[in-house]
């Protein structure tokens, strides 16, 4: 019987273990984050939402968590370049900035990764260098279907710890 009770409580256990989001951030540490005031959003192209309504959620908690760190949107010149990458479906490669329109000044440097099913991933990018400055990843973010409201807990959750940490402290 105590071994019943032991592995039912393991059980337990690491299943609210395989079920946390994890995250994960990089940034270049040549980079002086002090120096973004400003951001607006890139389409880091061959990727897609979810559907329209996600990502305008993820735009909207990203916008809210930048501003209280104080960066201002705009959509002239800016400081910092701001995308973001999902995988819902299945995993898949994903490629990073491979913007190449003249409207970006033909920045054509890309990146690739895998990230797993239901991964957000937030890039960040300078400008000026045309590289990447900012990744995060949170996984067990998004689902297809469920509950609406517990989806956008999972998000709410995800953005607030992929930019917990950014800037990054000297």
């Given at each position: 019987m105590n071994l019943i009770r032991t592995i039912a409580l393991g059980?337990?256990?690491?299943?609210?273990?395989?079920?946390?989001?994890?995250?994960?951030?990089?940034?270049?540490?040549?980079?002086?984050?002090?120096?973004?005031?400003?951001?607006?959003?890139?389409?880091?192209?061959?990727?897609?939402?979810?559907?329209?309504?996600?990502?305008?959620?993820?735009?909207?908690?990203?916008?809210?968590?930048?501003?209280?760190?104080?960066?201002?949107?705009s959509e002239g010149n800016t400081d910092l370049l701001v995308g973001f990458q999902t995988s819902v479906d299945q995993q898949r490669q994903i490629n990073g900035f491979n913007n190449g329109?003249?409207?970006?000044?033909?920045?054509?440097?890309?990146?690739?990764?895998?990230?797993?099913?239901?991964?957000?991933?937030?890039?960040?990018?300078?400008?000026?260098?045309?590289?990447?400055?900012w990744r995060s990843s949170a996984t067990k973010t998004l689902t297809r279907g469920g509950n609406p409201e517990k989806n956008y807990e999972r998000l709410e959750k995800a953005v607030d710890k992929l930019l917990k940490d950014f800037p990054p402290k000297k």
């Open positions: 059980a337990v256990c690491f299943n609210g273990i395989a079920t946390a989001q994890k995250v994960v951030s990089q940034y270049d540490r040549a980079t002086d984050f002090s120096k973004f005031k400003t951001y607006k959003w890139m389409i880091i192209q061959a990727t897609t939402a979810p559907n329209q309504i996600t990502a305008q959620n993820i735009v909207g908690l990203v916008n809210t968590a930048l501003g209280e760190k104080g960066l201002l949107q329109s003249p409207r970006m000044g033909g920045m054509g440097q890309a990146t690739t990764s895998i990230i797993e099913v239901g991964t957000l991933v937030v890039d960040m990018y300078d400008p000026g260098q045309k590289q990447l400055v």
